[in-house]
């Protein structure tokens, strides 16, 4: 069955500092990948999604990019964080079900 | 665009007390709809989906009828346990093909606490 890792569970970081998330897929191949945020009091919005290597669409602008660089990876990353980017980030993967990992609550300070 | 609107939380219950939390949905077309829940510590896990009008999808005690004609998905349970405590998300896909088709419009997500 499809598995997802994603690291860490929790980080603080202090603005201006970067970031990188990353999140792998077991037991598929050729997955497509997503990165939603929770921010506080609002829903799971959808950051970007991935239907293969290199290959990255953005849902909304933001201070993050995203990049695949193997079919199961999936990289979620900032040059410069903002008080704004603090939330819950979910890499997820899938089809018809869509499969989460069990999240990075983000900080930032 | 597609949206979905949950009934605002914290929801306290009592231990075997009747749960509803409501879901309603905009979407063009016939999108497919789920549940999802976060238990504390944890990530999303689907609970269970419909995915045309009239199907009931079910699991773990839990209930939720795809309602195109309301456009809506309550989620219902008929007795709450304490291990029911979490954070429950309504989704909805849209029905429309294409690259990044088979993303995830969620609700805001309604915390329920279950108390002995």
């Known amino acids: 069955s499809q598995t997802i890792h994603q690291w860490p569970a929790t980080l603080v970081q202090p603005v201006g500092s970067p970031l990188s998330l990353e999140c792998t897929v077991e037991g598929t191949s050729n997955p497509n990948l997503y990165w939603y945020r929770q921010a506080a009091g609002r829903g799971l919005q959808l950051l970007f999604y991935?239907?293969?290597?290199?290959?990255i669409s953005s849902e909304v602008p933001q201070n993050l990019s995203a990049s695949r660089p193997q079919d199961r990876q999936f990289i979620l990353s900032s040059k410069k964080l903002l008080l704004s980017d603090s939330g819950f980030y979910l890499c997820?993967?899938?089809?018809?079900?869509?499969?989460f990992g069990s999240g990075t609550r983000l900080t930032v300070v | 665009g597609d949206s979905v609107t949950q009934m605002e939380g914290p929801v306290t219950l009592s231990e075997e007390a009747f749960l509803t939390i409501n879901c309603t949905y905009t979407a063009t077309g016939y999108p497919s709809l789920f549940w999802y829940v976060q238990y504390p510590g944890e990530g999303l896990q689907l609970l269970l989906k419909?995915?045309?009008?009239?199907d009931k999808g079910s699991n773990k005690g839990f209930e939720a009828t795809y309602r195109k004609e309301t456009t809506s998905f309550h989620l219902e349970k008929g007795s709450v346990q304490v291990s029911d405590s979490a954070v429950y998300f309504c989704a909805l896909r849209s029905a429309y093909s294409g690259a990044g088709s088979y993303q995830l419009t969620f609700g805001k997500g309604t915390k329920l606490s279950v108390i002995p």
């Open positions: 419909a995915t045309k009008a009239d």
């Open positions: 997820a993967s899938g089809t018809a079900i869509s499969i």
């Open positions: 991935s239907v293969g290597i290199g290959q």
